[in-house]
């Protein structure tokens, strides 16, 4: 019994470390040299996120050409910019995201002679995936399955914000539409007023022009 | 000298445990949006075979011109360069399907007309771990396995609650794509309504000025004195 549990502890304690192992596959997409590919997400407001990207060799004994270099720019869509760096080969970017919307990450691959296309790794976590568990994993004897559980709340609680969030924007839609609905009522009114009221001013405008001329 | 050995035994007990919880937390989803002038394809790396990819895209094509509502084709190619799943003309859908084999996968968005669109995609690459994936690794220690047992049917719950979990979060996004994409729709109308209207009253004050102007030209002193 004793052994069995000093052994538990041993692999709990493996496995806790181990927990913080962050798998290096992420998605990837090619550049071509000169050309601008944007990327973007849509980001609640105070939420976390965070971002890695690195230039994939392709050629494993080799090291990357110098001329493989790329620019990345994160602004949001309000035109702040978050991060910014020039002709690198990786980076990583993490900010507290204060505007909600849509925040577009655009890499530029420096123009070089063998035009080949540059492969990018790019990771771009935000939210409840962004939140670093090290600290709470760190914190006292934490079990590995009270973490994963852990993880799971936070998840639901995410997509518990997430539709109240959808019904809100549903709320606004319908308002939206309900307020077109009524100006398109009133417009159709008033452009009836309005050609009348043109067609009758002419009328009198002719009219007592003629009248001046004596020819009526 | 029995005690440590059954220490040590269950040291090798902690590496599958570990295995076993880095299988069961190599499930990923990538949320992100792109704009397709042609063709955009993303990568994702499927780590088992027989994991379930699952995903969702919506296309949102600024075009309100009716007749430009063509989508997007969208093509699944398989690491062996077999295709694994088609779709032609659609303008957002979701999709799933069990990897064939490991490996890296090519998600490619076709764009068939000349206007750019964004494309707004979820995937996800889930995988619930299983006793068998202990025997591919080769620890088939009886010993090892007993202090395994006491923790998988656990995990493989806990991972398979997992995925349903992003299952959900899938399906959430993929509502918010299409609620985003109805939203520009709606606001496009509103816009529509109230320039274009206000645009005809204009034009219809200036077309009856003009009408104005030229019958008191056409009935001006010069030209009438003669003719009527």
């Known amino acids: 019994m004793n052994i069995q549990i000093q052994g538990q502890s041993v692999c709990l304690l493996l496995v806790s470390i181990l927990l913080l192992w962050t798998g290096v596959e992420c998605l990837r997409f090619d550049l071509e040299p000169g050309h601008t590919k944007c990327i973007a997400e849509d980001i609640k407001s105070n939420s976390m996120t965070v971002g890695k990207y690195q230039i994939v060799n392709l050629n494993e004994g080799q090291p990357l050409p110098d001329s493989h270099k790329i620019s990345v720019r994160v602004t949001s869509s309000y035109g702040n910019s978050y991060h910014h760096s020039d002709n690198v080969n990786e980076g990583h970017f993490a900010f507290h995201a204060v505007e909600a919307g849509d925040y577009m990450a655009c890499f530029t691959a420096a123009d070089h002679k063998p035009s080949t296309t540059i492969t990018i790794d790019f990771d771009w976590k935000s939210g409840v995936a962004a939140k670093d568990w090290t600290n709470v994993a760190k914190k006292g004897s934490v079990e590995l399955m009270e973490l994963e559980l852990k993880k799971m709340f936070d998840t639901v609680q995410s997509i518990h914000d997430e539709m109240f969030y959808l019904r809100e924007r549903e709320e606004e839609m319908q308002q939206l539409n309900t307020s077109t609905n009524s100006k398109m009522a009133w417009l159709s009114f008033l452009s009836l007023f309005v050609s009348l009221s043109v067609a009758g001013l002419q009328l009198w405008h002719l009219k007592s022009f003629f009248q001046k001329k004596k020819l009526i | ?228």
């Open chain 2, 1 to 228: 000298m029995d005690s440590r050995g059954r220490v040590i035994g269950c040291g090798g007990a902690a590496n599958a445990a570990l295995v076993l919880l880095l299988l069961s937390m190599l499930s990923r989803m990538s949320a992100l949006s792109v704009t397709v002038s042609d063709v955009e394809c993303v990568y994702e790396y499927v780590f088992y075979d027989g994991d379930t990819v699952s995903g969702n895209f919506v296309v949102d094509d600024q075009a309100y011109w009716s007749s430009d509502h063509s989508g997007v084709d969208f093509t699944v190619t398989a690491p062996g360069g077999s295709t694994v799943h088609t779709l032609k003309g659609t303008s957002g859908d979701k999709f799933e399907f069990k990897a064939p084999a490991n490996g890296m996968y090519k998600f490619c968005f076709h764009n068939p007309s000349s206007t750019p669109e964004t494309v707004s995609f979820n995937i996800h690459t889930g995988h619930i771990p299983s006793e068998h994936d202990l025997a591919k690794d080769g620890l088939s220690d009886p010993f090892v396995l007993f202090c395994i047992n006491i923790w998988t049917p656990i995990n493989v719950k806990i991972a398979e609650l997992r995925e349903a979990l992003e299952t959900v979060t899938l399906e959430q996004r993929y509502l918010k794509a299409r609620d985003a994409r109805h939203r520009h729709t709606n606001e496009s109308t509103r816009r529509r309504v109230i320039f274009y209207t206000v645009g005809e009253y204009l034009l219809l004050a200036l077309v009856s000025g003009l009408q104005v102007v030229l019958i008191r030209r056409l009935f001006s002193k010069s030209v009438a004195y003669n003719r009527v």
